[in-house]
C-alpha cells in the first residue's frame, strides 16, 4: 500500500464497504425477481443506486467522501465496450489537490436462470431504440400465468462463451496496457434459489444477501472458459475457486463487489496505481475515442488537516 492510500482511515472504507453493499443488494434482489433482465439495465441499477448516494464528511478525521458517475455508453458506439463495462476509479486528493489515481476495471456478466431465456441486446436493437420494447406487436407470452424459474450452480453466464473474441481483446489489452481487468458477475440473493414469474404483487424480498455480485480475475475466468468447447459458457460451480476471502466462506464464488471495492481496490491490494497525472495509459483509457470502457463510478477522498 501506497503511503497514501494508508492514510485513508478505517472510517471512510467502512463507509465505501457499506454504500457499495447497497446498491449490490438492489442489483441482487433485482434478479430474484427480474430473471431476464439484461446486463445493460443491472449495471444502470447499481450504477444509480452508487450515484444516489450522497457526499459524506467525516468530521473527527477531516475527510469528505464522494462517489459519482459518468454513462459514456451510446448507440453509436454500442460494439466498443469490449474491454469493461465499468471503470472503478479511486482518486485520492488532500485539500482538493490530486494526490493519486487507482482504477480497477469490470467486465459484467450476468447469470442466466434455466427456465428463462435472455435475449441479449445487438447492434439491431441499439440501431431500432425505443421500438424495441414499445412497438412488440406479435403475441408474446403471457405474463398473466406464473412460471416458475430458478438458478443454481449448474446455471451460466449465457454471455461469457468459450470462443468470443472478448476473451482475447481483453487478454490483449491487459498486454498492451498493464490495466487489470476483472469480472462482474451479476448473481441473485441465494443459491440454490427458486421464485414466480411475475412475482406476486406485494411479495416479501430476501431477508439477506448471500451470493449477489461477485467479482473474479479475468485470468481465472478465462483459464475455466479455456477449458470449455467454442460456444460453451461456464456455470457457476465451475467457476468456484479458493476461498479469495478468509473472512467469507463464499468467496468460492468471488469477492463480493463491496469488500472488492473497500478492501481490495482502495487498500491497494487490486487495481492498477497511476501517481503520474500524464501516463499514457490512464490517458488513453480517459480519453481515447475508443475508450474500452461503457461507465465510470469515481470515489474521491479528500483529505484535510495536517500534511
Given at each position: 500500500?501506497t503511503?497514501?492510500?494508508?492514510?485513508?482511515?478505517?472510517?471512510?472504507?467502512?463507509?465505501?464497504r457499506v454504500?457499495?453493499?447497497?446498491?449490490?443488494?438492489?442489483?441482487?434482489?433485482?434478479?430474484?425477481?427480474?430473471?431476464?433482465?439484461h446486463?445493460?439495465?443491472?449495471?444502470?441499477?447499481l450504477i444509480?443506486?452508487?450515484?444516489?448516494?450522497?457526499?459524506?464528511?467525516?468530521?473527527?478525521?477531516?475527510?469528505?467522501v464522494?462517489?459519482?458517475?459518468?454513462?459514456?455508453?451510446?448507440?453509436?458506439m454500442?460494439?466498443?465496450?469490449?474491454?469493461?463495462?465499468?471503470a472503478?476509479?479511486?482518486?485520492?486528493r488532500?485539500?482538493g489537490?490530486?494526490?493519486?489515481?487507482?482504477?480497477?476495471?469490470?467486465?459484467?456478466?450476468?447469470?442466466?436462470?434455466?427456465?428463462i431465456?435472455?435475449a441479449e441486446?445487438?447492434?439491431?436493437e441499439y440501431?431500432?431504440?425505443?421500438?424495441r420494447?414499445?412497438d412488440?406487436?406479435d403475441?408474446?407470452?403471457?405474463?398473466?400465468?406464473q412460471?416458475r424459474?430458478?438458478f443454481?450452480?449448474?446455471s451460466?453466464?449465457?454471455?461469457?462463451?468459450?470462443g468470443?473474441?472478448?476473451?482475447?481483446?481483453?487478454e490483449?489489452y491487459f498486454?498492451?496496457?498493464?490495466?487489470?481487468?476483472?469480472?462482474?458477475?451479476?448473481?441473485?440473493?441465494s443459491?440454490?434459489?427458486?421464485?414466480?414469474?411475475?412475482?406476486?404483487?406485494?411479495?416479501?424480498?430476501?431477508s439477506?444477501?448471500?451470493?449477489?455480485?461477485r467479482v473474479l480475475?479475468?485470468?481465472?475466468v478465462?483459464?475455466?472458459?479455456?477449458?470449455?468447447s467454442?460456444g460453451?459458457a461456464p456455470?457457476?460451480?465451475?467457476?468456484?475457486?479458493?476461498?479469495?476471502?478468509?473472512?467469507?466462506?463464499?468467496?468460492?464464488?468471488g469477492?463480493?463487489l463491496?469488500?472488492?471495492v473497500?478492501?481490495?481496490v482502495?487498500?491497494?491490494?487490486?487495481?492498477?496505481l497511476f501517481?503520474?497525472?500524464?501516463?499514457?495509459?490512464?490517458r488513453?483509457l480517459?480519453?481515447?475515442?475508443?475508450?474500452?470502457?461503457?461507465?465510470?463510478?469515481?470515489?474521491?477522498?479528500?483529505?484535510?488537516?495536517?500534511?
Amino acid at each position: 500500500m501506497t503511503l497514501a492510500f494508508a492514510n485513508i482511515p478505517a472510517v471512510v472504507i467502512d463507509y465505501v464497504r457499506v454504500t457499495f453493499a447497497a446498491a449490490n443488494d438492489k442489483v441482487s434482489r433485482t434478479m430474484d425477481v427480474h430473471p431476464s433482465m439484461h446486463e445493460e439495465s443491472l449495471d444502470h441499477i447499481l450504477i444509480q443506486e452508487l450515484t444516489a448516494a450522497p457526499p459524506a464528511f467525516f468530521a473527527n478525521e477531516q475527510i469528505g467522501v464522494a462517489i459519482e458517475s459518468h454513462w459514456l455508453g451510446g448507440r453509436w458506439m454500442w460494439h466498443r465496450w469490449e474491454i469493461a463495462d465499468i471503470a472503478i476509479f479511486i482518486i485520492l486528493r488532500r485539500r482538493g489537490h490530486l494526490q493519486v489515481r487507482k482504477v480497477a476495471l469490470l467486465q459484467t456478466k450476468r447469470l442466466y436462470s434455466q427456465e428463462i431465456p435472455v435475449a441479449e441486446l445487438d447492434e439491431a436493437e441499439y440501431r431500432i431504440g425505443i421500438g424495441r420494447i414499445a412497438d412488440r406487436t406479435d403475441p408474446l407470452r403471457p405474463l398473466s400465468a406464473q412460471r416458475r424459474f430458478g438458478f443454481d450452480g449448474a446455471s451460466v453466464y449465457g454471455a461469457l462463451r468459450a470462443g468470443n473474441h472478448q476473451i482475447a481483446a481483453i487478454e490483449e489489452y491487459f498486454d498492451a496496457r498493464h490495466i487489470p481487468v476483472f469480472y462482474g458477475l451479476y448473481n441473485p440473493t441465494s443459491i440454490p434459489f427458486s421464485a414466480m414469474y411475475p412475482a406476486p404483487a406485494g411479495g416479501s424480498l430476501a431477508s439477506t444477501n448471500q451470493i449477489g455480485c461477485r467479482v473474479l480475475p479475468s485470468d481465472l475466468v478465462h483459464g475455466v472458459v479455456a477449458q470449455l468447447s467454442d460456444g460453451q459458457a461456464p456455470t457457476l460451480d465451475s467457476l468456484s475457486a479458493r476461498q479469495i476471502d478468509p473472512n467469507d466462506p463464499l468467496s468460492i464464488y468471488g469477492w463480493r463487489l463491496e469488500h472488492f471495492v473497500a478492501d481490495e481496490v482502495l487498500k491497494c491490494r487490486q487495481g492498477r496505481l497511476f501517481e503520474d497525472a500524464d501516463d499514457e495509459n490512464l490517458r488513453r483509457l480517459l480519453y481515447a475515442r475508443s475508450a474500452p470502457i461503457q461507465a465510470a463510478i469515481t470515489i474521491t477522498v479528500d483529505i484535510g488537516g495536517e500534511s
